[in-house]
């Protein structure tokens, strides 16, 4: 069965220095890769997706991530954060491309004015 | 254009009463999908809908749980009995399921359900 682990439950960081959320997944076979952002009241929003070809994507609202399979990892970065980045982020991984995914417990973010 | 919408966005029940929460998925999107978020934790998948039918209900925790979508349109997720760990976010997503390409799953803002 696949699982997502995201070891940090919560980061603090001041605004305009880097972050790193850390993803690592079991799945037997090339996995899809995902972030998603909450904010409150909000619905889960695609940050970036993973499915094959370079293992670092770009997304939205300037964030990065890295595959690296040996590690089973798929950490999330952003070089300078701004204060609306403050939301939990999800790591998750699906079996294809359009099939049910399986989340990680999520990583609340504060920024430190 | 719209997204996917919810109703209610909250729902404050007692226990051992029923409930349905309703969603609106994005049109054309012939995919639909439930999860359920308890407070801390990631979201869960719970059923996924291709057109009318279930075609994955096995994130279904019992039998209080059912959902429909006669029309391959809205979904209703119906909880019978209601338990006071039913009480969590109820998410549903919508996506298009066209072949050889990515699906994005598009998220709603979810169904907040109490149980008392």
């Known amino acids: 069965a696949q699982s997502v682990t995201q070891p940090d439950i919560h980061i603090t960081v001041s605004e305009g220095a880097s972050l790193e959320l850390r993803c690592n997944y079991s799945y037997g076979a090339t996995p899809y890769l995902f972030w998603y952002v909450q904010s409150p009241g909000q619905g889960l929003q695609l940050l970036l997706k993973?499915?094959?070809?370079?293992?670092l994507v770009q997304g939205i609202k300037g964030f990065e991530a890295e595959f690296k399979r040996s590690q089973s990892s798929f950490n999330l970065r952003k070089p300078s954060v701004h204060w609306s980045d403050a939301a939990e982020y999800f790591c998750a991984v699906g079996k294809a491309a359009g099939n049910k995914l399986t989340f990680g417990g999520g990583t609340r973010v504060l920024v430190k004015p | 254009g719209a997204g996917v919408s919810q109703t209610p966005s909250n729902k404050v029940t007692e226990k051992g009463k029923y409930v349905e929460l309703r969603c609106d998925p994005i049109s054309g999107h012939t995919a639909l999908y439930w999860y359920r978020q308890s407070l801390g934790q990631g979201p869960e998948f719970l059923i996924y809908f291709q057109g009318t039918g279930a075609a994955d209900d096995s994130g279904l925790p019992n039998d209080r749980f059912f959902a429909v979508r006669p029309e391959g349109s809205v979904s209703t997720l119906k909880i019978q009995r209601t338990e006071r760990g039913d009480s969590a976010m109820y998410l549903c997503a919508s996506s298009s399921r066209l072949a050889g390409a990515y699906n994005e799953q598009f998220f709603g803002p979810g169904t907040r359900l109490t149980v008392l």
């Open positions: 993973y499915f094959s070809g370079d293992t």
